[in-house]
T-cell receptor, first 114, second 110 residues
Framework: KAGVTQTPRYLIKTRGQQVTLSCSPI?????VSWYQQTPGQGLQFLFE???????NKGNFPGRFSGRQFSNSRSEMNVSTLELGDSALYLCASSPGTGIYQPQHFGDGTRLSIL | GNSVTQMEGPVTLSEEAFLTINCTYTATGYPSLFWYVQYPGEGLQLLLK?????DKGSNKGFEATYRKETTSFHLEKGSVQVSDSAVYFC?????????FGTGTSLTVIP
């Protein structure tokens, strides 16, 4: 069974640009959650999608948004990039809704802002 | 606010040594507590969890007990192996939000 797939693996952008990251969950999983990992802040929860609806949201500004498609694939968008957005962005999937479910993580997208 | 504090790393142990990685938390309500592990070159994966006070989570020889009186969830293993070398994250869920510690890197040497 294929795991959670995130694309691209690495990305370099400049301040002010916008970026879209993609996540394909494990087949059959309907929930997708996004996390930001930085050395200073550690892992922080961004949001969770289930059945194309955002179910839970962390404490991030509105520049961070996401969506989920009918096939459960999810995208995360960050607009007006700032230097502090440089991070590893992780996606996780689970069979049911709610972050209490065991999360299966992808390898992440490393985003660098110049 | 809600937060998780875990011991600073890196931690280096010899094979068969006893491991403790401390984790304390601050949370409103009744959080669920987790330990996640990230092996080199792999994604994060759930190691164990406990959903209420005095519960003990266990997996692969690792254990952690949910201590409400000390707001702690320390990870322990009696005899570590080289294959346990990884980064360990303590985490909690409360109010439908995930909060992670900053991670503790463990290296086990033969």
């Amino acid at each position: 069974k294929a795991g959670v797939t995130q694309t691209p693996r690495y990305l370099i952008k400049t301040r002010g640009q916008q970026v879209t990251l993609s996540c394909s969950p494990i087949s059959g999983h309907r929930s997708v959650s996004w996390y930001q990992q930085t050395p200073g802040q550690g892992l922080q929860f961004l949001f969770e999608y289930f059945s194309e609806t955002q179910r839970n949201k962390g404490n991030f500004p509105g520049r961070f948004s996401g969506r989920q498609f009918s096939n459960s694939r999810s995208e995360m968008n960050v607009s007006t990039l700032e230097l502090g957005d440089s991070a590893l962005y992780l996606c996780a999937s689970s069979p049911g809704t709610g972050i209490y479910q065991p999360q299966h993580f992808g390898d992440g997208t490393r985003l660098s802002i110049l | 606010g809600n937060s998780v504090t875990q011991m600073e790393g890196p931690v280096t142990l010899s094979e068969e040594a006893f491991l403790t990685i401390n984790c304390t938390y601050t949370a409103t309500g009744y959080p669920s507590l987790f330990w996640y592990v990230q092996y080199p070159g792999e994604g994060l994966q759930l190691l164990l969890k406990a959903t209420k006070a005095d519960d003990k989570g266990s997996n692969k020889g690792f254990e952690a007990t949910y201590r409400k009186e000390t707001t702690s969830f320390h990870l322990e293993k009696g005899s570590v192996q080289v294959s346990d070398s990884a980064v360990y994250f303590c985490a909690l869920i409360t109010g439908n939000q995930f909060y992670f510690g900053t991670g503790t890197s463990l290296t086990v040497i033969p």
